[in-house]
């Protein structure tokens, strides 16, 4: 499975967007790109995926470019509760998920 | 959306013993899942995956005869740390990968588990 490269730390004030880069350059073309986050303590949660177009939910956007060597995650009105650190994880269907560092996203009032 | 148990959710253990750790798809059926370690202020590290009816693929660097895992059923894989040290203190996190449903083959994570050994 591919792996990706994320900023360490990113601030983003209450009520803004926040936008979470995501470098995945080796992507095959059968593997999905995953987005998790995780509060402390907690087990990862899901958040949202895509192959190759943008997707949206009621948690996020998923902005993939069209090459999908990267994407970025969207939160668009960041609340207290949505900090956390934010994994992207490339895999194809019957991949592991492997996380690498993440990035830790801090909300501030 | 598809829930997955860890239980327990924390266990403190004395040093030469040893815990068992149980993971479970609630509301889908999971041929696979996968079993991650925590330490803290690190990211998760697979550890092995679990598939049902079969032994279990265990990462490099991951002891098979420490870390014994059990996938009896489509909803139920289970961790065993034997003779538990301090230094196996960490968090146990694992995830099940729904199968067939849909074609991107989720995987959800359980809540975890804290495991302290003194």
């Known amino acids: 499975d591919a792996k990706t490269t994320q900023p360490t730390s990113m601030d983003c004030a209450e009520g803004r967007a926040a936008n979470l880069p995501c470098n995945h350059s080796?992507?095959?073309?059968?593997?999905?790109v995953y987005w998790y986050r995780q509060i402390h303590s907690q087990g990862p949660q899901y958040i949202i995926h895509?192959?190759?177009n943008n997707e949206t939910n009621e948690m996020a956007s998923l902005i993939i470019t069209e090459d999908r060597k990267s994407s970025t995650l969207i939160l668009p009105h960041a609340t207290l509760r949505d900090t956390a650190v934010y994994y992207c994880i490339v895999r194809s269907n019957a991949g592991k998920s492997t996380f690498g560092d993440g990035t830790t996203l801090t909300v501030k009032p | 959306g598809a829930v997955v148990s860890q239980h327990p959710s924390w266990v403190i253990c004395k040093s030469g013993t040893s815990v068992k750790i149980e993971c479970r798809s609630l509301d889908f059926q999971a041929t696979t899942m996968f079993w991650y370690r925590q330490f803290p202020k690190q990211s998760l590290m697979l550890m092995a995956t679990?598939?049902?009816?079969?032994?279990?693929?265990?990462e490099q660097g991951v002891e098979k005869d420490k870390f014994l895992i059990n996938h009896a059923s489509l909803t139920l894989s289970t961790l065993t740390v034997t003779s538990a040290h301090p230094e196996d203190s960490s968090f146990y996190i694992c995830s099940a990968r729904e199968d067939g449903a849909r074609s991107s083959y989720e995987q959800y994570f359980g809540p975890g588990t804290r495991l302290t050994v003194t």
């Open positions: 080796t992507i095959s073309g059968n593997e999905y």
């Open positions: 679990s598939n049902e009816g079969s032994k279990a693929t265990y």
């Open positions: 895509g192959l190759k």
